[in-house]
């Protein structure tokens, strides 16, 4: 078949969406299909279009629905979908009615989208490569974070979780991630100034931001929306377990019994798990058991099967 995959963000935008959009590209290709990627359609023939974001991507849906009502459209949810667009954007509203398959990207996401929709449902986990665990240091338990500077992902949380440890805690946390939202790198540079164990990179290529996390003992992920942070799967994968804002996302990508979760917002509640990760072994243990057994959800065998297998459905 001949795919138009539309994606509000290219691959230089280095984030969630764009890598969510370059793996369905390749995914898709790897089938046989030919798949053209941008940011929206220009009316070329097509036998389907995939979309990426209900409300930005509508102008797209809407015109290729008209033009080809008949052939089907398979819409990609993300966070800011599921837990703010779909509820207040009629953009969003109609470009849900119009797909013939959307798709959550974890399990609780199906939760959000109004019950006449959910057959039309599929639940598709993103994927990362395995990466085997670099050498951690020995001197200081090292904790890291990977997002982009906009308020959905409440980046300073960290920051603010290191300032209450102990004294005797040997924690250093990094934070990777440009600015999406004016003034936040000033914030960060002062917050990095007065703030001797948080050190902040700005964005960073891929390749370097993996191997990061692969060298760290934890991965914060404080975030107020997630459709289904990639970086959950990119830290499981390299055999880092991670600290989450307890949010529907979250939930939905680590399970409802994981242990490293922490009230949204809540840096005192964040640093205490933080300190007891570095100082309670079995805990630590038991985050890096609960992190294990998800892991294979996140596998790009898996992703692969459930992307091809949904488009030969509609084939």
């Not at 539309?6 to 935008?13: C, D, E, G, Q």
């Not at 979908?81 to 959307?102: C, F, G, N, T, W």
């Not at 600015?179 to 960073?204: T, V």
Request: glycine share 6%.
């Amino acid at each position: 078949m001949r795919i138009v995959l539309v994606t509000p963000y290219l691959p230089a935008a280095c984030n969630g969406n764009a890598h969510t959009a370059l793996r369905w590209r390749h995914f898709l290709r790897q089938a046989g299909h030919r798949v053209d990627m941008g940011l929206s359609w220009q009316g070329e023939a097509a036998d389907l279009l995939v979309a990426l974001h209900a409300r930005r991507s509508h102008a797209a849906i809407a015109r290729f629905s008209e033009a080809y009502p008949a052939r089907p459209i398979v819409l990609i949810l993300t966070g800011t979908d599921l837990y703010r667009d779909i509820l207040v954007s009629p953009e969003a509203q109609i470009s849900l009615k119009l797909a013939h398959r959307l798709v959550v990207l974890q399990d609780q996401g199906l939760l959000e989208l109004p019950v006449p929709y959910r057959a039309k449902t599929r639940v598709i986990y993103q994927s990362a490569p395995a990466i085997a665990s670099a050498q951690r240091p020995v001197r200081y338990f090292n904790v890291g974070a990977v997002a982009h500077l906009r308020a959905e992902k409440d980046p300073f949380r960290a920051v603010l979780a290191t300032r209450l440890l102990p004294v005797a805690s040997r924690i250093q946390a990094w934070h990777v991630g440009g600015e999406l939202e004016p003034g936040m790198a000033r914030i960060a540079e002062d917050l990095a100034a007065s703030s001797p164990r948080w050190h902040w990179f700005g964005a960073r290529p891929h390749g370097e931001t993996r191997r990061r996390i692969a060298r760290s003992h934890l991965l914060v992920v404080s975030s107020r929306m997630e459709g289904g942070a990639n970086v959950i799967c990119e830290a499981l994968t390299a055999g880092t377990p991670v600290l989450a804002s307890r949010i529907p996302g979250n939930v939905g990508m680590l399970g409802e019994d994981y242990a490293g979760y922490f009230p949204l917002e809540d840096e005192q509640a964040l640093a205490a798990l933080m300190w007891r990760a570095e100082s309670d072994a079995a805990f630590y243990a038991q985050l890096v058991d609960q992190c294990a057994a998800r892991a294979p959800l996140f596998s790009p065998a898996r992703e692969t099967a459930a992307v091809q297998s949904l488009v030969a459905e509609l084939a």
